[in-house]
């Protein structure tokens, strides 16, 4: 395997977490109450869309194929959910709790990857860029997981 491949590789499992995050974000806005957190949930989504546009743009730039949609892993978190928002008493705590969870997951990834080596530095720039805004929205859904319970 060819060093753009291994980068592009690894870069497209980013990508596909950032697809899965942005569905997420997206399920969530339906399933709690408060426009205040639904606000909170669209500017994610909308982050997590900026952030598979970058890691597109860098996996083409290494002449490799981006992945076009999320996990199938994703898909059974939001269906979970969607599901545990039906049965629990507090809606908005467990979505929450669920968002926490995810961007958690995801923030392991980014530490991952990071702590490779032989990142070039741009990627490596970028990668630390979205590594802290999923810290500080984690930071954020703690507060507003507090707030609602």
Do not use: C
């Amino acid at each position: 395997m060819t060093f753009s491949e291994e980068i592009s590789n690894k870069l497209n499992e980013l990508l596909v977490k950032n697809y899965d995050a942005e569905k997420g974000y997206l399920n969530a806005i339906d399933n709690v109450d408060s426009d205040r957190l639904k606000m909170f949930f669209k500017r994610r989504a909308s982050e997590r869309s900026e952030f598979a546009k970058e890691l597109r743009t860098e996996i083409l730039r290494y002449g490799e194929d981006p992945k076009d949609s999320g996990s199938f892993k994703g898909t059974v978190h939001r269906n979970w959910m969607s599901l545990k928002s039906l049965f629990s008493s507090n809606n908005e705590e467990a979505i929450l709790e669920e968002a926490i969870k995810g961007e958690k997951e995801s923030l392991e990834s980014y530490n991952d990857l990071l702590e490779e080596r032989n990142l070039p530095p741009s990627i490596d720039s970028l990668l630390i860029k979205h590594k802290n805004a999923i810290q500080a929205a984690i930071n954020t859904e703690k507060v507003h997981e507090e707030m609602v319970s």
